[in-house]
């Protein structure tokens, strides 16, 4: 009995655990996506309103990667089917948003 219960409790100890807030830390590969996007963003002059777009969108981002996911096998015929699933892989993470808007401000600073 008390076997079962020690298994029951380390189950549920992490049941609705969450990522830590703050920026979510990219893998390197999805570093690489991530900076080709948001350079291209710069590069546009685009940083005010992405900024903005993805500060409004902060609490569908999870949404939007599983829409990501569901479109992937259409959107491979337009952009590398590898790089689309690491950057929708990469807003599923809690702190997306953040990471998002703190490199394009990085890289815009960078740029001028």
């Not at 830590?20 to 570093?31: N, R, V």
């Not at 959107?75 to 490199?103: H, Q």
Request: hydrophobic share 45%; aromatic share 10%; glycine share 4%.
């Amino acid at each position: 009995m008390e076997a079962e219960l020690k298994r029951w409790r380390a189950i549920l100890a992490h049941a609705f655990a969450v990522e830590k807030p703050g920026p979510a830390k990219p893998t390197d590969e999805e570093a690489a996506v991530i900076d080709r996007v948001l350079r291209e963003v710069v590069r546009r002059r685009m940083t005010t309103p992405a900024s903005i777009f993805l500060e409004s969108v902060r609490p569908m981002t999870y949404l939007g990667s599983q829409a990501m996911h569901f479109f992937g096998p259409f959107m491979s015929v337009l952009v590398e089917p590898t790089a689309y699933r690491r950057f929708s892989d990469f807003l599923e993470k809690r702190g997306a948003v953040d990471y998002l808007v703190s490199r394009m401000d990085e890289l815009e600073r960078a740029s001028s």
